[in-house]
């Protein structure tokens, strides 16, 4: 594999990438399938015999009997169950024929999250290498009817009949306002080729276009300025796949177990618009106790019709009623919005 090709996305300061997509509003989505590059992602290999038993016994979602050409959403956390990262990942046999596993992550968080994983390799046969420059992620968007994504069924059928050589594969997303989406991974080698067949398939759009969809469909990205600040109930992951509650011990298994059955969530993830940028990690505060906040942005994106919509991890206590603010107790109130499943 190249090592040398363009990288997943631009490694940009935090602060910077933070503002970005919220400063950033996407032109109108076009009527029909898209695609976008999105920014802000990296992409950590592990790769030999053991590269999925070692992961499985770290993340909150199951590894070694994921089989080839399947995506799945996954955490990292803290022993006090605090997420430290979230993921996709998927597995597939490389070129050179070795067992890999793929973890893209948000980019800000790479270096600290691959230093932390290497501190528990200790003997196992595997090797993690932060591999941003060996691929491209495409992110793919259906029609606002509701349709496939116009080049999902090719990339599809290649990625069943490639997944284990390393080449370009095509995993389903969940639907974001009403839209079906794909994440296509290209080999950097392959990536001006195969953007060309796509371009010529379906308008582009921005990547501020991608993270708003991203916000819509309900799945929270941990990055630098939310790390650490919550369980993964906080924040609805279990409701999205991401946490596999018969599975073996990880870190933080027992807190987030115990979230989970002794009913100890008292904070759970909301969509929602307001007429102002908005930032991870920004609090938030309700009317009736200003003196405290009711809870956090954890993601965030302009939307296409003005103002931001954001995923926000807020009290239960603090959504049975009364105006919720952002920034301070008279900052612009958010409006609550529905997730695209039952939460």
């Known amino acids: 594999m190249m090592t040398t090709a363009t990288p997943l996305s631009d490694p940009a300061p935090r602060e910077q990438a933070a503002a970005g997509s919220a400063a950033r509003a996407p032109e109108a989505l076009p009527e029909h399938a898209f695609l976008a590059l999105p920014e802000g992602l990296g992409l950590i290999a592990a790769r030999g015999p053991e590269a999925a038993d070692f992961l499985h016994n770290q993340l909150t979602n199951a590894v070694d009997n994921l089989p080839p050409g399947e995506l799945c959403l996954a955490g990292y956390c803290t022993a006090k169950g605090r997420l430290l990262a979230t993921m996709y990942y998927w597995r597939q046999t490389d070129a050179d024929g070795a067992d890999a596993v793929y973890l893209l992550v948000s980019r800000d968080l790479l270096p600290a999250l691959l230093k932390r994983l290497s501190m528990f390799v200790l003997r196992a046969k595997v090797k993690l290498a932060d591999a941003s420059g060996e691929y491209r992620v495409i992110g793919l968007a259906g029609g606002a009817d509701g349709g496939a994504p116009a080049a999902l069924p090719v990339t599809a059928q290649a990625s069943a009949q490639t997944a284990a050589t390393g080449a370009a594969q095509s995993f389903p997303l969940l639907d974001a306002a009403s839209r079906r989406r794909a994440l296509v991974i290209v ?104 003196g405290q906040p009711c809870g956090q942005v954890v993601n965030a994106a302009a939307a296409p019709q003005g103002g931001c919509d954001l995923l926000a991890e807020i009290k239960l206590d603090a959504l049975e009623g009364g105006p919720i603010h952002l920034g301070s107790p008279e900052g612009p109130a958010l409006t609550l919005k529905p997730l695209p499943y039952d939460a």
């Open 187 to 290: 080999p950097a080698a392959q990536a001006d080729a195969a953007l060309s067949a796509l371009r010529a398939q379906a308008a582009e759009a921005s990547p501020a276009a991608w993270d708003w969809l991203d916000v819509q469909a309900g799945v929270p990205r941990i990055a630098a300025a939310t790390q650490g600040l919550f369980v993964p109930q906080m924040i609805n992951f279990e409701l999205v796949g991401g946490v596999n509650f018969k599975k073996g011990c990880y870190p933080g298994q027992e807190v987030v177990a115990r979230s989970q059955y002794r009913g100890m969530v008292k904070r759970r993830l909301r969509l929602a618009h307001v007429d102002a940028q908005a930032l991870p990690a920004q609090e938030l505060f309700h009317s009736a106790d200003p």
